[in-house]
């Protein structure tokens, strides 16, 4: 069978239209309702591209989510004409145009499908997304996050500053702003401001307050619109502090003694007591229903050399931290002074030795604000708290991300200054053979110049040996008889001129010259 318009013999598979496959794409167009320009709106501020169906997003130039936006912003591609493939063709970023290759197929007649290669040009507009603009103007922000920990070195707050860091909770924030109790965080929507706070009420023990001001509002579509702020308190109390249970609450926490230490402050509290080794893990609701304050901090504790360790595993309470322990320590201040010494209970049986310093809580000397009668059921005189650390492993670097960047750093630093030397040795190097070169000038000019004088004055020989004959001083030779001296001889060529003896030896008398 033959095409009906070219005459070409047809295969068995487009038998059914008569035609062949070029008569089919000449007569068929793809692409004929595919728009060929579209325009794309792009924030130059933000980075961000404008979707067909509303919103923005974040795309590189060229990426797969350029891509998809490109395809959506472009008509005609529906049901019955279907995409193969796209790609982009290569731009210039800044000439703000993008092509994009599409190849489409279709079915021309029954049983026959049409492939065909489109390309379509996007142009890029500028156009500042609404968050860019509410940046520039004083209603930038829709929702804050008040972060406050009322306390004197707030070490839970910066336990919490790391967490966010580490699980990339700031990544919906557009502002931070430091204030004297704490962080404000600043967000464009709410529900990231929601997010925030829930993500804070996991890792640490805190409550929340919400509250909201009218901005701005229309009275005939009935739409208003807010800023709402979020005031989360973080548990006062952080880890080191000694804490005072008031007397109601300690009796419905299970009969705890007043004092006890707060050994970790995250989602709970956990308070242990040295004397009896008891341990409670408190939670953020149980603390808010029934809070306690602390009444000492580590600013307040005091130094204490350990002098004998008596370990006393077998008498550990179940579920607690540590290990139980008798200490017999001095305080650091008082050696050389008196020998007193004092014996008490401690949880840190595993991790100190006989010689080491810890510091504590002495209550003998502390001023904590607590009544006699409450402070008389206290087991303890000192609290010890911790193991000092020695001044050269403060000093050292903990091994981390931070430690490997300094040391890049430090690498770099190093090989710049091994560059720098190399430059100013070898920069001192050509300067001494300057020197050198100049040097050697000078004394072959000055050689000349003697070798000039020398020449004048009928010092200087024809040969090197009579140059250094002239060298060498010449010891005064007293005329001979055959040879005349210069004094006769100058009379005698005076007399044969006509000139006059006797004034020449007069004047060589008195050591002058006369003239011819």
């Not at 709106?41 to 060229?62: F, S």
């Not at 303890?380 to 750093?409: D, H, I, N, T």
């Not at 070169?437 to 009579?466: H, R, Y």
Request: hydrophobic content about 35%; overall charge neutral; glycine content about 6%.
């Amino acid at each position: 069978m033959l095409c009906c318009i070219c005459g070409v013999p047809l295969s068995a598979a487009v038998q059914t239209g008569a035609r062949c496959v070029q008569c089919l794409r000449n007569e068929v167009d793809v692409g004929a309702n595919v728009s060929r320009r579209v325009t794309v709106q792009h924030c130059g501020t933000c980075q961000r591209w404008l979707r067909p169906g509303g919103g923005w997003a974040i795309a590189e130039w060229e990426s797969r989510e350029l891509l998809a936006i490109c395809l959506k912003s472009i008509k005609g591609i529906g049901k019955d004409l279907q995409l193969v493939n796209a790609s982009f063709i290569w731009t210039v970023q800044s000439s703000k145009e993008i092509k994009v290759k599409l190849e489409l197929q279709q079915e021309a007649i029954a049983g026959v499908l049409v492939r065909q290669s489109v390309v379509v040009e996007l142009r890029v507009q500028n156009l500042q997304c609404p968050d860019c603009k509410k940046s520039y103007t004083k209603h930038y922000w829709e929702s804050s996050v008040q972060v406050r920990q009322r306390s004197e070195h707030r070490k839970t707050l910066m336990f919490l500053e790391q967490l966010i860091l580490q699980h990339k909770a700031h990544k919906n924030m557009i502002q931070l702003q430091n204030v004297k109790d704490g962080l404000d965080f600043f967000f464009h929507r709410e529900r990231d401001a929601q997010d925030f706070v829930a993500f804070l009420k996991t890792w640490v023990v805190a409550k929340h307050q919400e509250s909201k001001h009218l901005v701005s509002h229309n009275a005939q579509s009935t739409t208003y619109r807010f800023k709402r702020t979020t005031c989360v308190e973080v548990c006062p109390v952080c880890p080191e502090d000694l804490v005072y249970l008031p007397k109601k609450i300690a009796q419905a926490l299970g009969g705890l003694p007043p004092l006890m230490l707060c050994t970790k402050a995250a989602a709970h509290l956990c308070l242990v007591d040295p004397a009896s080794m008891r341990s409670l893990e408190v939670p953020a609701t149980e603390y808010w229903r029934k809070p306690f304050h602390s009444v000492a901090v580590p600013s307040k504790m005091t130094e204490f050399i350990v002098l004998d360790v008596d370990e006393d595993v077998g008498h550990a309470a179940p579920g607690s931290r540590g290990v139980p322990c008798e200490v017999e320590v001095a305080r650091a201040s008082d050696f050389g002074k008196n020998d007193e010494r004092l014996l008490v209970r401690s949880h840190l049986g595993g991790s100190i030795r006989v010689g080491d310093s810890v510091m504590g809580y002495d209550l003998r000397t502390l001023h904590l604000g607590v009544d006699d009668e409450e402070m008389s059921s206290v087991p303890l005189e000192v609290y010890l708290v911790k193991k000092k650390r020695p001044e050269r492993a403060l000093r050292q670097k903990r091994p981390g991300k931070g430690s490997k960047m300094a040391q890049q750093l430090r690498h770099v630093k190093d090989a710049k200054e091994q560059k720098a030397a190399a430059e100013a040795s070898a920069a001192a190097s050509v300067a001494e053979e300057e020197e050198g070169k100049d040097e050697a000038e000078e004394v072959a000019a000055m050689k000349e110049a003697a070798d000039a004088l020398l020449s004048q004055f009928g010092a200087s020989g024809t040969s090197s040996d009579s140059r250094t004959e002239a060298e060498e001083p010449r010891e005064p030779t007293e005329p001979t008889e055959a040879e005349p001296s210069e004094a006769e001889a100058f009379q005698v060529e005076g007399t044969e001129r006509g000139g006059h003896p006797q004034s020449t030896e007069a004047a060589a008398g008195r050591g002058e010259t006369a003239l011819p």
